[in-house]
Structures are given as structure tokens and as C-alpha cells.
């Protein structure tokens, strides 16, 4: 089965970039909470609520990696698109457009690391446990998250921009250089 990509027309590209800036905020949000049940199942000592973390945490993860996934669907849509409109022409209007992709590229290369750090995060969500400063583990974890929900959804959200702006210039026969 064939995967359907977002059409070219602007209101897709925006919407999906919504759909990842919700995603990756939500994913933030999740892990948040996971911490939170995690700090007050060792300090209780009810081992349900530090069981309960992990799975939240392990939703967080899934959150992080749909993210990384919705992110290198878009650029990869927005690269065709390019590519089936305009080719390999050389114009300078294409240059924020192609700038904008290699920035996405630089984006989902943080994507995907944020994602695998969530992921080994989850069998690790008992380690206060045993080792009394290991938050600071968690707080890493929780500015990652936060620096790629701002600036990596900023990136996607700037692709966006370029590609409607792109859209306003004429397919690759009629480029005047």
C-alpha cells in the first residue's frame, strides 16, 4: 500500500506542521508527568505509581517518535515536490526553499536523537532509586524535549512558509534565469 503524501497546496503543509508542534508538546507534557509519578512512587514507595511511569514514559517515547516520523514525512514530501515542480533548476527565488530543507534536515537529525534518548529512557524511569541524583538525568531529558518543541517545530513551520511561498513562482519550464 502506497503512502499518501500532503498535497502541495499550503493549508496541508501548515496543518501538518500543527499536528507535529502538538505532537511534540504533548510529548513534553507526557514525560512531564511520567517524572512526576515516577518522584512520588519512590518517594511513597508505591511501586504501582513507579510502574505507571514507565508507561508513560514509554507513551512519551511513542509521542517523540511520531514526531521524528511526521518530521522526515515532511521533508521528504516537501524534497518531491521540489524536486517533481522545479527539478534541479537554479534559481535564486529556489534558494530559501532549498535552504529550508537543508535546515529541516539539520532538524530531524535532533528529532531522532530525542526520540532514541526517550526511548532508552523508559527502562530508566526506577533509577532515582538506586541513585539519589539521577533527576539530573531527567531534566536533560526534559530541556531536550523542550529545545527541539521549540526550534525544531520552528523549522518545520519555516518550510512550511517557504514551500507556499514557492508555490507562487511558475513550474521549472518557465523559470527565467
Known amino acids: 500500500m502506497p503512502i499518501t503524501l500532503p498535497s502541495p497546496n499550503a493549508k496541508?503543509?501548515?496543518?501538518?506542521?500543527?499536528?507535529?508542534?502538538?505532537?511534540?508538546?504533548?510529548?513534553?507534557?507526557v514525560f512531564i508527568l511520567a517524572v512526576a509519578l515516577a518522584v512520588i512512587g519512590i518517594q511513597t514507595g508505591a511501586e504501582s505509581l513507579t510502574h505507571l511511569s514507565r508507561w508513560v514514559a514509554a507513551a512519551s517515547a511513542l509521542l517523540h517518535v511520531w514526531v521524528a516520523l511526521?518530521?522526515?514525512?515532511?521533508?521528504v514530501s516537501a524534497r518531491r515536490h521540489l524536486m517533481?515542480?522545479?527539478?534541479?533548476t537554479r534559481s535564486a527565488r529556489?534558494?530559501?526553499l532549498r535552504r529550508g530543507?537543508?535546515?529541516?534536515?539539520?532538524?530531524?537529525?535532533?528529532?531522532?536523537?530525542?526520540?532514541?534518548?526517550?526511548?532508552?529512557?523508559v527502562p530508566f524511569m526506577r533509577l532515582p532509586v538506586h541513585i539519589p541524583d539521577a533527576g539530573l538525568i531527567y531534566?536533560?531529558?526534559?530541556?531536550a524535549s523542550s529545545i527541539h518543541a521549540i526550534f525544531g517545530t520552528a523549522l518545520y513551520r519555516q518550510l512550511a512558509y517557504r514551500l507556499q511561498e514557492a508555490?507562487?513562482?511558475?513550474a521549472a519550464g518557465n523559470i527565467r534565469l
Do not use: C, K, Q
Open 70 to 75: 511526521s518530521g522526515t514525512r515532511l521533508a
Open 167 to 170: 508555490l507562487r513562482l511558475p
Open 101 to 121: 530543507l537543508r535546515n529541516a534536515a539539520a532538524g530531524l537529525i535532533a528529532a531522532w536523537a530525542v526520540a532514541v534518548l526517550f526511548v532508552l529512557m
Open 94 to 96: 529556489l534558494a530559501p
Open 12 to 29: 496541508d503543509w501548515f496543518a501538518e506542521v500543527r499536528s507535529i508542534e502538538n505532537a511534540s508538546l504533548s510529548a513534553l507534557m
Open 139 to 143: 531534566a536533560f531529558s526534559i530541556i
Open 84 to 88: 517533481a515542480r522545479w527539478g534541479r
